[in-house]
């Protein structure tokens, strides 16, 4: 079953805007991970953030994570075009560490 | 590195046929490999753990015996879906976890479309 809550489940900004998106989940975690995946391909895995970080960065990307809350965020700055995707966060499930992917939030930046 | 590949990339059948997906870890071994499934708009599934030299381990509510999962080497995974239906079109994708490293690093291929006639 899947663990993560993402929202919003879509998002249309302009590019060179920052766009953002949240993912809860309900069980404690080790790390958490955020992919993207572009429209019919498979997954490209852009960060992965263990719990005794709070914040990380990647080029444009900057993800946080708030255990206490247990909720993670994933910034996207000064968006192209190209990062037309949608975004899933992804955690361990807590019993044997396979996986669970989030709803997933459809980013569309237009040009 | 870490490049997983998946073939075919698609696949129409008809329904009643058997249709078999490939995975391969090209530059890795994989003694592990994931079988997700994916709707349209919706999230991935994983429907099944492929591991090297045993057998598979299947998530709950998904038939064995339908979704037919081969580990036969380090590199190679195949699914198969057997006597196929409509309900089972969807997207298919595969990952792989790198021997020796870290258990949540997987890395995926580019998925599979199978729509079933």
């Known amino acids: 079953s899947q663990q993560g809550e993402e929202d919003p489940q879509a998002l249309s900004i302009q590019e060179g805007e920052n766009a953002t998106m949240n993912c809860s989940y309900k069980t404690s975690i080790n790390n958490l991970q955020w992919y993207r995946q572009n429209s019919g391909r498979g997954l490209v895995h852009l960060i992965l953030i263990r719990s005794n970080e709070r914040e990380k960065h990647s080029g444009r990307l900057r993800v946080t994570l708030d255990t206490s809350k247990k909720s993670s965020s994933l910034l996207i700055t000064a968006s192209r075009a190209a990062d037309t995707a949608s975004y899933f966060c992804a955690t361990p499930r807590a019993d044997d560490y396979k996986l669970s992917f989030g709803a997933g939030t459809t980013v569309t930046v237009r040009a | 590195g870490a490049v997983v590949s998946q073939h075919p990339s698609w696949v129409i059948c008809k329904s009643g046929t058997s249709v078999k997906i490939e995975c391969r870890s090209l530059d890795f071994q994989a003694t592990t490999m994931f079988w997700y499934r994916q709707f349209p708009k919706q999230s991935l599934m994983l429907m099944a753990t492929?591991?090297?030299?045993?057998?598979?381990?299947?998530e709950q509510g998904v038939e064995k015996d339908k979704f037919l999962i081969n580990h036969a080497s380090l590199t190679l995974s195949t699914l198969t879906v057997t006597s196929a239906h409509p309900e089972d079109s969807s997207f298919y994708i595969c990952s792989a976890r790198r021997s020796g490293v870290p258990y949540n690093e997987q890395f995926f291929g580019p998925g599979t479309r199978l729509t079933v006639l």
């Open positions: 492929s591991n090297e030299g045993s057998k598979a381990t299947y």
